[in-house]
């Protein structure tokens, strides 16, 4: 499967912005989706997971909890993050990831080998 990241751009905090992350070679129902985001000089950090299947678990790091929320569009092949309340700090360039098997260390990124290109978002103060 290949995953391609869309949806990035420059918002005033507060705002909100939706990521998308479209999958083709293989229903990304199949998959257990992530986002990361990273900034310069720094590690990727786990923003949220969606596990696959009807009805599939979400988890959040704690920094976007109540603000962000991921959903997928079988029909569209594509994983959404919604992100509402944007603060200057949420400023990355976010990553879409997958894979076939659930990892209970699922918010390590070294746990996955597909991956999209990232996205930048930019929130200003």
């Known amino acids: 499967v290949q995953l391609q990241a869309s949806g990035g751009g420059l918002v005033q905090a507060g705002g909100s912005l939706r990521l998308s992350c479209a999958a083709s070679?293989?229903?990304?129902?199949?998959?257990?989706t992530v986002w990361f985001r990273q900034i310069p000089g720094k590690e990727r950090e786990f923003v949220g997971a969606l596990r696959r299947g009807v009805g599939g678990s979400t988890y959040y790091a704690d920094s976007v909890k109540g603000r962000f929320t991921i959903s997928r569009d079988n029909a569209k092949n594509t994983v959404y993050l919604q992100m509402n309340s944007l603060k200057p700090e949420d400023t990355a360039v976010y990553y879409c990831?997958?894979?076939?098997?659930?990892?209970?260390?699922?918010?390590?990124?070294?746990?996955?080998?597909?991956w999209g290109q990232g996205t930048l978002v930019t929130v200003s103060s």
């Open positions: 070679g293989r229903p990304f129902s199949t998959y257990h």
């Open positions: 990831a997958a894979r076939i098997n659930w990892n209970v260390d699922y918010s390590n990124a070294r746990r996955y080998d597909i």
